[in-house]
């Protein structure tokens, strides 16, 4: 009986050890959200900084080129009408997977891949018009304005983004735009004075400058919280599988006793003491 005992004794605990693990567990699962939070407002915050200069202050560089306020109005309705019809186009592009052939782990980065491709695309374009507007003629400016529009299309990916770190998490998607309203106020305020200070190309300085800064918080993105895995190349965790009390294999059963007990410990058992 007392072989029993020491025996069950010097067998460890799987329940603690399980409390252990998932103690462990949920201290890495909190570390990795905060740092999904993390580049969540990261996200937002360089995603509005790079579309307030164009937004706000458009009209009034169009107008110094030459263009007339009714140019002016319809280059930029032309150009939203084309933003709106090419964003679908861009997210069926992030929704595609990477060929497998390349790598597997590339197959969940077509967001990313898709965001930052949409953002340098569309800065080429911009750096095209605002060269080459005040000589071209009113309907090449509108066909590049409106090439702009389409490669710009692609925003919307990072709100997308944004929403996808911020899934499931104690702050949620609203907090992590509250950044992307507190950049568009300043950058309003900035580039405004900016514009009065160095002229309109400051307003093309400040969207080179943000949307570079964005793309950077692209790939800081890729590097450290990338897409979750889509589901058919996930795999449990080994870890997971052989501790989860829904998985833990059966105890062994103990040894029977040698032979048969004699009659002092018998008596003891029987006797309670």
Known sequence: MEDKIVELRSRPNSHHIDIIEDNDRSKVEESNSKERLQVAKMLAFASSAGSVAWNKFS???????????TEAGLVKSIGQLAKTAAQPMWAAIAD????ARLHVGLRPLSMHATAAFSIVLSLLFLEALRRYASELSFGRVLALRTAWSIANAGGPIVDAMVAQLAHRSTEGYGRQRLWGSIAWAAMTISVGYLIDVYGTDAMFACTVIARTALVLCILYATSTVPADRPSHLSSPSPTKFHHDPAHRPPPAPLAPPAGPPDDTEEAGLAGGG
């Open 59 to 69: 009209q009034i560089w169009l107008l110094s080129v030459g263009l007339s306020p």
């Open 96 to 99: 595609m997977e990477l060929p």
